[in-house]
């Protein structure tokens, strides 16, 4: 079975590591109830933090009077044991409302989703598994994993460990001679004690681990959950890190090493290539890398890093946010990524590509040329109604090379239209600012192919509530949250077909598709959402 609910605690020092446990909930055990005893400034920074938990969080604010104490501190103090025992007050605040809780430490991360609990008991503990003169010492079940179903656990647990030898561990071997219980396998809460302190050789211990059906295996059971500090430097936790790290890194498990990576830095860490760079990886810095500057501005717990090593843009190291138009960018780089967020392209036909070759791609989403313009434009200008805007539909667009000549001069497009205006060469007819105002003033706005199958005009006419008429040859469903035909664009094989589904659109028809390509570039798009949305699509 699996628990009910969870609890834990964390005052700031460890707050970042509180976040990475509470991610890996949000992966492993989605939507669930967890009651988080916490320090006021870890509960608003966390909240702060992208992405939006996938969790039922309760925050009970009850541990200001540790704020800032570390270890040595509050043993100083003497509230060191007081401390810990608010681990007892977590799995009560959590059975106030549950029928069972499983306490976590901070410092640890799931690998696997926790479906080993035995309800017909009354506690669920953890043993060290190290040797009898250590247990001896710190207690034979580890203090930071208890499973209960009883409300009385709290009060006892608390007056055990007055008169415990180890502070809270210790007292959890006289929780088991009152209740009744089971103990977590060798597969769960495994650490670096488990290897350092144990009563065979290092070398047995790691030879127990092993990967089976892409899972990181300990003993042929699933690894449930890693219980250690990764910013730690200290020989015995690194050793044990890199020997965790190493094996996501086989089965290229990124979202476990992403969660790692942002405990590790405090913030998500964004490789950009430094420009310029020479061809094919020269890049003008506009379109996605722009958006990103504004995602970094909007996003505290978001950095960027520029690299010159790649001429692709990372996320922690293992995950590539494919920017760029074609497969022309294709490389041995790319091929050895974990993830893949494919932007520009067509999942059927770049997408299939990397699949071919094992890549783990995915659709993403696209982005304006100048998003930082398009979004002034958005912020200083109120959407426009159907009658305020005087261009029915418009194209506006030009062709630089003979792939884009092939999709753009195709088709009598200027006997259908209001407005028809493409250029050819480097030298446009509006300015950037004209050309965001006419599309703002259009209710319709045709779609035509450009070098890559998605266009920056499809988000941009969407930006503003103008309706998106998509032509075969344009990519609209490698999204990672597709726009629907007839609800966000209007799908035309030929002039005669659009003037006819034009013609049979009543006002009140295109003011519901106006709203809701609004709100899908709002949501997918927009530098306030778009990153805790692609984080939480990437992630949860």
């Not at 509230?79 to 410092?107: G, H, N, R, V």
């Not at 913030?267 to 996605?288: A, E, R, T, Y």
């Not at 960027?304 to 022309?328: A, F, Q, V």
């Not at 792939?403 to 009598?412: E, G, V």
Request: aromatic share 12%; charged share 25%; with cysteine.
């Amino acid at each position: 079975m699996k628990p009910s609910s969870f609890c834990c605690l964390s005052t700031y020092g460890c707050h970042q590591e509180l976040f990475g446990l509470l991610l890996s909930l949000s992966i492993h055990h989605p939507n669930s109830n967890v009651y988080c005893l916490v320090d006021t400034v870890s509960k608003n920074d966390i909240l702060s933090y992208t992405p939006k938990l996938n969790l039922n969080v309760k925050w009970i604010e009850n541990l200001n009077q540790y704020s800032g104490l570390n270890r040595a501190q509050m043993t100083q103090r003497g509230i060191w044991s007081d401390f810990q025992m608010m681990k007892a007050y977590a799995i009560d605040e959590a059975l106030k409302y549950e029928k069972d809780t499983l306490f976590l430490d901070a410092d640890i991360i799931l690998l696997d989703t926790i479906d080993n609990i035995d309800n017909t008991k009354e506690l669920g503990v953890s043993p060290h598994y190290i040797k009898k003169s250590d247990t001896d010492r710190y207690g034979y079940y580890n203090g930071g994993v208890l499973w209960t179903n009883q409300k009385t656990v709290k009060d006892d647990w608390i007056k055990f460990t007055k008169t415990s030898r180890y502070f809270d561990q210790a007292s959890i071997e006289d929780l088991v001679k009152k209740y009744s219980y089971f103990e977590f396998g060798e597969h769960c809460n495994f650490s670096w004690w488990r290897i350092t302190q144990s009563a065979t050789s290092p070398q047995n211990i790691i030879s127990n681990v092993s990967i089976k059906n892409n899972k990181i295996m300990y003993k042929d059971k699933p690894l449930k959950f890693v219980h250690t500090h990764f910013h730690e430097k200290r020989q015995d936790m690194d050793f044990f890190n890199n020997l965790i790290k190493s094996n996501l890194n086989k089965i290229k498990d990124y979202k476990t090493l992403a969660i790692i990576s942002r405990m590790v830095d405090h913030k998500w860490i964004i490789q950009l290539p430094k420009q310029p760079m020479s061809p094919p990886w020269n890049h003008s810095n506009d379109s996605f890398r722009e958006l990103l500057m504004l995602i970094m501005k909007k996003n505290k717990d978001v950095k960027i890093e520029l690299n010159t090593k790649s001429g692709h843009i990372w996320l922690n190291n293992n995950i590539l946010l494919y920017d760029r138009p074609t497969n022309l960018w294709f490389n041995n780089e790319m091929m050895s990524a974990h993830k893949v967020l494919l932007g520009n392209g067509d999942q059927a036909a770049e997408g299939k590509q990397l699949k071919e070759n094992g890549v783990n791609v995915s659709p993403w989403i696209f982005w304006p040329r100048r998003p930082m313009l398009l979004e002034k434009q958005l912020n200083k200008n109120v959407s426009l109604n159907y009658s305020e805007r005087k261009i029915e539909s418009i194209f506006i667009g030009n062709f630089e090379n003979p792939t884009q000549q092939k999709y753009r001069q195709i088709n009598d497009w200027e006997s259908v239209l209001t407005e028809y205006h493409c250029t050819a060469g480097n030298k446009h007819k509006f300015t950037q600012e004209q050309y965001l105002d006419k599309l703002r003033n259009a209710r319709y706005g045709l779609c035509l192919r450009g070098y890559g199958s998605k266009c920056h005009r499809e988000v941009e006419l969407m930006a503003f509530g103008t309706v998106p008429i998509i032509t075969p040859e344009v990519s609209i469903q490698s999204y990672l949250d597709p726009p629907k035909e007839n609800v966000h664009y209007i799908k035309v094989s030929s002039e005669k077909d659009m003037r006819e589904k034009l013609n049979n659109i009543t006002k009140e028809q295109w003011e519901k598709m106006s709203k809701s390509c609004y709100d899908w570039y709002q949501k997918n798009v927009y530098s306030d959402n778009v990153w805790n949305n692609m984080l939480s699509y990437l992630l949860l």
